[in-house]
Each structure stands twice: as structure tokens, then as C-alpha cells.
């Protein structure tokens, strides 16, 4: 379960339930019940539909009037999810929005570039959530990738 069978990451939120076993003196041991559970996981975990989850940040962004558009098509680029805008003070707007951490981990070089040097933001966990299939795909074929390479060395 550390490394989950989709693309190696960790897999969370599942529930197993045992319904009958059984105990024979001679062949039954502690690695034998540990070998027959790491393939129960493997078999229902391929036939379970698997998904990857991504990180969802709350992002809030401190920008002039004058950037408001442009850093708003940034974050719609980005897969956000603006969920408002307001005043803030004179001349300045405070935009919040929901992004994917990995949208944003440039996001600092970009903001300054769309405002001048003038904006900040902040970003904050709020959840995780289902990435869509072509990160997925693109995720679990770098998984791939990479394993093959590990095994060749």
C-alpha cells in the first residue's frame, strides 16, 4: 500500500473486510497470511478502477485593477477554479480561487512577470481531489518510465 499499484504513490481511503479464513498447523504461518493478503490487495486493487488524487490549494492572490484580467486567464490556464474577486483597497484586488498544487509550483515567477513585481499570494491545502485522465495518463507512464530505468541499473 505504500507504493499503490496505478503509479507507485501511496493508496489511501479504502476499506477490507475479512470474512472467513482458515488455520492449518502445517501449513499456515505469518508470511503465508502476509503473501495471501499483498495478493488480495493486488487483485481487488485491479479490479477496483483506480484513480490518482492531486492536491487542491486554496490560492489567494493580491493584485492591481489593472492585472485583474490577465491573471485571471493565467489561473484559468492553470485548471483554477476563481471563486470570487473583490475590492481592496484603492486600486488593488484580492482574487481566490481554488488550483492543483503542481499548477502553481512556479507560480511566484509568472504572477511577477503578469503584474509588474507588484502581486502576492498565498496558498493553503484544502483538498484532495481526482485529477483528470490525461494527467493521470501522463503521470502513470513517468511511473513507468522511471521504474524501467531503476531496473536497468
Do not use: C
Request: glycine content about 10%; hydrophobic content about 40%.
Amino acid at each position: 500500500m505504500e507504493a499503490g499499484p496505478l503509479a507507485g504513490y501511496p493508496f489511501v481511503d479504502f476499506k477490507a473486510k475479512l470474512y472467513d479464513g482458515k488455520y492449518h498447523t502445517v501449513d499456515s504461518s505469518d508470511i503465508a497470511f502476509q503473501l495471501a493478503a499483498a495478493q488480495a490487495f493486488k487483485d481487488a486493487a485491479a479490479a477496483a478502477g483506480l484513480v490518482l488524487l492531486e492536491p487542491v490549494m486554496n490560492l489567494t492572490v493580491l493584485i492591481p485593477d489593472e492585472s485583474v484580467g490577465d491573471v485571471m486567464g493565467d489561473l484559468s490556464s492553470r485548471r483554477a477554479r476563481i471563486e470570487g474577486t473583490e475590492g481592496f483597497g484603492k486600486g488593488w484586488t484580492q482574487l481566490k480561487a481554488k488550483v492543483p498544487q503542481g499548477e502553481v509550483m512556479r507560480y511566484a515567477i509568472d504572477l511577477r512577470s503578469k503584474t509588474g513585481g507588484r502581486g502576492t499570494f498565498s496558498l493553503e491545502f484544502s483538498h484532495y481531489e481526482e485529477s483528470p485522465s490525461h494527467v493521470q495518463e501522463k503521470v502513470v507512464a513517468e511511473a513507468a518510465k522511471e521504474k524501467a530505468e531503476a531496473e536497468k541499473k
